[in-house]
């Protein structure tokens, strides 16, 4: 993937690099992008699911597979499940340059998101104008570090990729690091890159994420998990504008801008010495508070809504708001898991919801009063307990599809084999076949 993206860099375009499935995916559903490039080796058997997942969300999205094994096994794998070119690296290195060479000229940054900047983000609530407001400034200044804090799920990442689209950086890479989803040996070595015979492993010469970063923006995720270690070093880059490759002598210069994001507490995690003073200060000079979705207001129902338009377009489904009463209970609930609480909330609704609106009433058998017992148990009779839900769900996506097994499994969003099991253990499935 290294030369991927040393390639990708040199013509000078963007694009948003993912490490995981997982991450994959929120990017494809929030940004559509129109390339994608999966790297065999990184994802291994999820590379094949990635592309077919990426295939039915959009058709039209062109896919390389690319591997450092040249094997036809893979290569007939990958055009079975929707890519468009498998391309051993680095024998077939032109083979990558005129996969990318074919975007079109409207097309000139094949990565560029949908809804550029801002627009994406939904909320009216003068917290979060605030916040978007001091963003949308600090995103065109000069500024080389950003925090960004909040609780989980308030939109850290999805403000971060605003920030890199609005800024005059967007037409350099966004690069995302999840801090905890690399071991902490690791990570250093792919912030900084490595010299060939740096250690046992490093067989040869690895740029780091920082350097491939350049004139873009580096997102590193979850920033209060990484060690006092690698802080140092992360600090000295930023400040010195330069680094040197693990078991290297040389300066790398580097133009980047550090958005950092967490859900810890720094000043609390400074104190108890998990986290460096220094660095603290460093990246506090500008940093963006998320206000949690409770402090939000009607937010809820702009989102609400928001969430239900885009569920109805991808299940194909009426559903036309919220009864009074399921507003109400929104507007009144905790949401401990911010924005993505209520989205994962309302997509459940909608793929649920036997009606025309989403309310208690409408959901069958939910049995509950909004009345009785605390709000969070509200919620849960709401959405009923999760292996009823889950039955639920596996009920419907079977009638949706007639019982086509391998239909539901792609609605559901999971492998056949695994519906399988799941068909058997509630025992469901004779009355669709
Ligand atoms: N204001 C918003 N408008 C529309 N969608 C939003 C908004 N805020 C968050 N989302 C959506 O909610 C989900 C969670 O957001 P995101 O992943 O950015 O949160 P986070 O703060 O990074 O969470 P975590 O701390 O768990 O990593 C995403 O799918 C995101 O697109
Ligand atoms: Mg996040």
Not at 1 to 29: D, F, N, P, T, Y
Not at 278 to 297: A, F, I, K, M, T
Not at 363 to 380: I, V
């Amino acid at each position: 993937m290294r030369l991927v993206r040393e390639v990708v860099s040199a013509r000078g375009e963007g694009g948003v690099w993912v490490e995981s499935l997982r991450e994959a995916l929120q990017i494809a559903e929030e940004t559509s992008p129109q390339l994608a490039l999966i790297d065999l080796d990184h994802l291994g058997e999820e590379a094949f699911e990635l592309i077919r997942r990426l295939k039915s969300r959009n058709q039209g999205i062109r896919v390389a597979l690319t591997s450092s094994r040249s094997s036809l096994g893979d290569e007939l794998r990958a055009v079975r499940v929707g890519a468009e070119s498998f391309i051993p690296l680095p024998q077939k290195i032109d083979k990558l340059k005129s996969f990318l060479g074919k975007a079109s000229p409207v097309e000139a940054n094949p990565y560029s998101l949908e809804g550029k900047g801002f627009e994406g983000i939904i909320g009216e609530s003068p917290k979060l104008r605030k916040v978007l407001e001091l963003a949308r400034k600090v995103s065109q200044s000069s500024a080389r570090t950003i925090l960004i804090r909040g609780e989980t799920g308030t939109g850290k990442g999805l403000l971060c990729r605003a920030i890199h689209q609005s800024s005059p950086r967007a037409k350099g890479p966004l690069i995302e690091v999840n801090c905890t989803a690399i071991p902490e040996t690791l990570l250093e070595a792919e912030l900084f890159g490595h010299e060939k015979g740096a250690y046992t492993d490093a067989k040869e010469r690895k740029l780091g994420l920082l350097q491939l970063a350049d004139k873009g923006t580096i997102f590193l995720d979850e920033i209060g998990n990484m060690s006092l270690n690698t802080q140092v070093k992360l600090l000295n880059a930023i400040e010195e504008r330069k680094f040197k490759r693990l078991g290297g002598t040389e300066d790398i210069k580097v133009d980047i801008r550090v958005v950092a994001a967490t859900n810890r507490d720094l000043e609390t995690a400074v104190k108890e010495k998990g986290f460096r003073e220094d660095l603290y200060y460093r990246l506090n000079v500008v940093s963006l508070l998320l206000p949690p979705l409770r402090e939000r207001g009607k937010d809820v129902i702009l989102l609400t809504h928001h969430f239900i338009e885009k569920y109805n377009r991808e299940f194909n489904r009426r559903v036309r708001g919220l009864t009074p009463e399921a507003e109400g209970f929104l507007l009144s609930y905790d949401w401990p898991g911010n924005v993505r609480e209520l989205k994962n909330f309302i997509e459940r609704a909608v793929l649920l919801g036997e009606g025309d609106f989403i309310g208690p009433g409408n959901m069958p058998d939910a049995g509950c009063s909004l009345e009785k017992g605390d709000r969070e148990d509200d919620l849960h009779a709401l959405v009923i307990s999760l292996p009823e839900m889950e039955k639920r769900l596996i009920q419907r996506a079977l009638r949706l599809t007639k019982g086509n097994k391998s239909k539901a499994a792609r609605l559901l969003d999971i492998s056949r084999p695994r519906l399988l099991r799941k068909i058997e253990k509630y025992s469901l499935g004779a009355e669709y076949l």
